[in-house]
């Protein structure tokens, strides 16, 4: 019985230690091909989306290749951004919730940080140049902080869908209860549909 018990709490802890490291499944062959998809040349495994990407955007903007637009990185475990940001402009505080994140800034400075489970703020400022990792699933944030310069980096990711998860959005522009997030965030439900009204007309 003892035999039994320990072999069902070993298998147990490898079946926990397997979800904990869970991401992007492997795959047992070299690349996934759509079901659409017939014919298989150097076309499928070339993303054209950066060469049109815009000159000069007036809001924070973000041009992503990950397996929904780039389905041949379905199973490789790799996606790409490029973030663009106008001077003063953010990319408001968000989660992947499957995958670190690693920015590499090509041009300006940008304000960068993330939050810890102990609730500790780490901050840069990053220079042309700069690499900054952002842990997977953490909270972080990039801004520019520069009123005249505009700012552009691209960042990598670790799996070919690394999600999103935007804490403004997620928080207010969805349909949890006013009195649910007033009492949260020890705050009236007046200011919460001030933040709600806010979000929804950008």
Do not use: C, W
């Not at 000159?55 to 490789?76: I, W, Y």
């Not at 901050?123 to 952002?134: C, I, S």
């Not at 007033?182 to 007309?201: H, P």
Request: hydrophobic share 45%.
């Amino acid at each position: 019985m003892a035999t039994l018990k320990f072999v069902f709490v070993l298998l147990s802890s490898f079946a926990i230690a397997r979800m904990a490291f869970a991401g992007d499944p492997d795959i047992t062959s070299d690349f996934i091909v759509p079901s659409d998809v017939n014919n298989t040349d150097g076309n499928f495994f070339t993303f054209t989306g950066f060469q049109s990407l815009p000159d000069t955007p007036t809001n924070f903007t973000v041009t992503k290749a990950s397996m929904v637009e780039f389905p041949a990185l379905n199973g490789q475990s790799v996606s790409f951004a490029v973030l663009q940001f106008p001077a003063g402009s953010t990319n408001p505080p968000h989660t992947h919730p499957r995958s670190a994140e690693l920015l590499y800034l090509m041009a300006g400075s940008l304000q960068v940080g993330f939050v810890d489970t102990t609730n500790k703020l780490f901050t840069q400022t990053l220079q042309t140049g700069d690499l900054f990792v952002f842990p997977k699933g953490l909270v972080h944030f990039q801004y520019n902080a520069d009123a005249n310069n505009p700012a552009e980096a691209v960042s990598a990711f670790g799996s070919a869908n690394a999600g999103l998860v935007s804490l403004p959005k997620t928080l207010f522009a969805t349909d949890i209860d006013d009195d649910i997030l007033a009492k949260s965030f020890k705050t009236d439900v007046a200011t919460i549909q001030a933040l709600k009204s806010g979000l929804a007309s950008k």
